[in-house]
């Protein structure tokens, strides 16, 4: 690939730079830095239009930020962090007119969500650690490269909310985000956290209901700190050959693997990604319904009914990631226990080995009950339809259903391959009665890209669904050496929260239709124009009159009028020279 360089002034050194589609490349006059692509959050150009620039300094001057697993600076005191995720930032002055060709990693000035301004005294710009989220790393994170990268960009002012329970995001969203909603005040939260941090704000939300027309629906900026982090990894993150910088290119012959190439961990969206309206799912339980947990001081699960408001006695929960039965909701269930909890991310396999292969060497259990799906024909009407065996029979056992709105469980498992960020559409994974062995390797088949749902022998079911219902025939485990374990194999998974349904009970999943309560902001337009770097020599030099507003719009991907305002700028920055 050629080598188109623009000089500069880096760290206050002469250098030529040179963006590539896997790094951005320094060469001083005796050595040469390179700074992966990947985790480049963004160039943020300081000086934005030459009337900002005095005449006798005509450089552009802008910063790039980039986040890593990087060495602890000398002039750091706590030497026990080590090498750990952390900002860099890097000044540079370009001693031409122009910057490199790299619009969708550019930052003309901040995005309108990261200016907003206080209101009655109070921030408008929350920042959410989830203390005991996945491995907890979200407060390191924090010290180490969102405080600096906010401190950096004049970000303020922003409060600080540090969890101390379960139920304090709920709580947050209840007292303080919501009343603003209300008053119509825009607000961004940027949610340190696993799914369930959003599950928190979502069910709030729904459940205290938002209660003015002008309501301001908040903007989420989430940073992964859970375990999978399923939304995260399906609407913030870009799957393998999905999107762009990336160090192989669809015909390159080369395989993913398996990594996407936006390694900032969510920092690049909150820099450069527009809002979108998150799609969620209601699912309603038949009365005497109850959600399982563990507290810390038992080993025994705790039964605790869900709420109720309706004269069936029925319960509803919002969700925006998945609902499952059968293994994956007794995986997720069994790994949160105690005996498994202390395992940490290991927690699942030893999870997955009990459930396939019991101690007490009993056969896999198969999920007994009946599973319809919805759909709507032309004119609307509504058509239930249950699952059914290759033979036209009912199905009545099952290894595995799950109902989803993303793509990806975990980063290299793709659960539904057919899911875009953000599309709203639910659709249905289902595998019948198959041994342990069968479903592993079918299952094994989603950490190839989602493959499974093509399995030859059509063992899995794959489709659209406008919703799902389960009629349970399980009846009580007498074999549970816990009596408070005796409905497990009734036990439903909502975004991680486990609901444990009574004998005839039923369960059913629907698309919300309605408006949504949360903003996300999704993967950045960095991931999403690949011929901005995919191309093997770089775009046709150009002069400004002839850099189409067009081309430069779509890049930015947004007509916000903070961004046309830079359209004219951005003419000027953008042609670049070739080396002779």
């Not at 799902?468 to 005796?486: C, H, P, W």
Request: overall charge negative; charged content about 20%; aromatic content about 6%.
């Amino acid at each position: 690939m050629d080598s188109y360089f623009q000089d500069a002034v880096f760290m206050g050194e002469p250098a030529k730079l040179s963006l590539l589609p896997s790094s951005f490349d320094v060469q001083f006059s005796d050595r040469q830095l390179q700074i992966p692509t990947a985790n480049i959050i963004a160039i943020h150009v300081t000086h934005r239009a030459r009337a900002e620039v005095s005449e006798s300094d005509s450089r552009i001057h802008a910063a790039l930020f980039a986040a890593g697993n990087y060495p602890k600076d000398s002039v750091e005191q706590n030497d026990n962090q080590g090498e750990m995720f952390r900002l860099k930032s890097f000044q540079m002055e370009y001693t031409g007119q122009h910057l490199l060709p790299c619009p969708p990693l550019l930052l003309p000035h901040l995005p309108e969500h990261l200016r907003l301004p206080p209101k009655n005294g109070q921030a408008n710009i929350h920042v959410v650690i989830s203390t005991f989220s996945g491995t907890q790393k979200a407060e390191g994170f924090y010290e180490l490269a969102l405080k600096p990268l906010l401190d950096q960009l004049k970000v303020s002012p922003y409060a600080v909310h540090r969890t101390e329970s379960a139920d304090s995001i709920s709580q947050l969203t209840r007292d303080i985000i919501l009343p603003r909603v209300n008053q119509g005040i825009k607000q961004l939260i940027i949610l340190l956290s696993g799914d369930g941090g959003m599950v928190d704000v979502v069910n709030t939300l729904f459940s205290e209901q938002m209660t003015t027309a002008n309501a301001a629906i908040p903007i989420v900026g989430l940073i992964p700190m859970g375990t999978g982090n399923a939304l995260y990894n399906s609407s913030c993150r870009p799957r393998p050959n999905k999107g762009l910088p990336a160090t192989t290119t669809q015909t390159s012959g080369q395989e993913p693997d398996g990594t996407s190439e936006d390694q900032t961990r969510g920092l690049r969206n909150l820099l450069l990604g527009m809002p979108k309206p998150l799609p969620t799912f209601h699912v309603t339980f038949s009365p005497k319904s109850t959600s399982i947990s563990y507290p810390a001081s038992s080993t025994h699960p705790m039964h605790t009914p869900l709420s109720s408001t309706s004269p069936s006695g029925t319960s509803t929960l919002h969700g925006c990631v998945l609902t499952s039965w059968c293994l994956h909701a007794s995986l997720i269930s069994l790994s949160d226990a105690p005996a498994h909890r202390v395992h940490g991310s290991s927690r699942f396999s030893t999870a997955a080995k009990s459930l396939l292969c019991p101690p007490d060497n009993s056969p896999t259990h198969l999920y007994k009950g009946v599973v319809s799906t919805l759909h709507c024909d032309q004119s609307g009407q509504e058509i239930w339809e249950p699952l059914r065996e290759r033979d036209g029979s009912i199905r009545r056992e099952h290894m595995y259903i799950l109902a989803t709105l993303v793509s990806n469980l975990e980063e290299g498992f793709t659960v539904s391959p057919h899911s875009e960020p953000l599309d709203g559409k639910l659709r249905i994974v289902s595998i019948g009665a198959v041994g342990p062995e069968e479903v592993v390797r079918l299952l094994g088949l989603a950490y190839q890209g989602g493959r499974h749902v093509d399995d030859e022998n059509g063992l899995v079911g794959y489709e659209e669904v406008e919703g799902l219902r389960i009629e349970f025939a399980e009846e009580d485990d007498d074999g549970a050496e816990d009596k408070s374990e005796m409905g497990r194999w009734r036990r439903v998974c909502v975004d991680g929260l486990i609901v444990e349904c009574p004998r005839a009970g039923w369960v059913e999943v629907r698309r919300d239709r309605g408006r949504s309560v949360v903003e996300l902001i999704p993967i950045s337009p960095a991931e999403c124009y690949p011929y901005a770097f995919a191309s093997d020599t770089a775009p046709v030099a150009t002069s400004p009159d002839k850099v189409p507003v067009t081309t430069l719009s779509l890049l930015l991907r947004t007509t916000h009028p903070d961004y046309i305002k830079t359209v004219s700028l951005l003419s000027t920055l953008y042609p670049f020279s070739h080396p002779p």
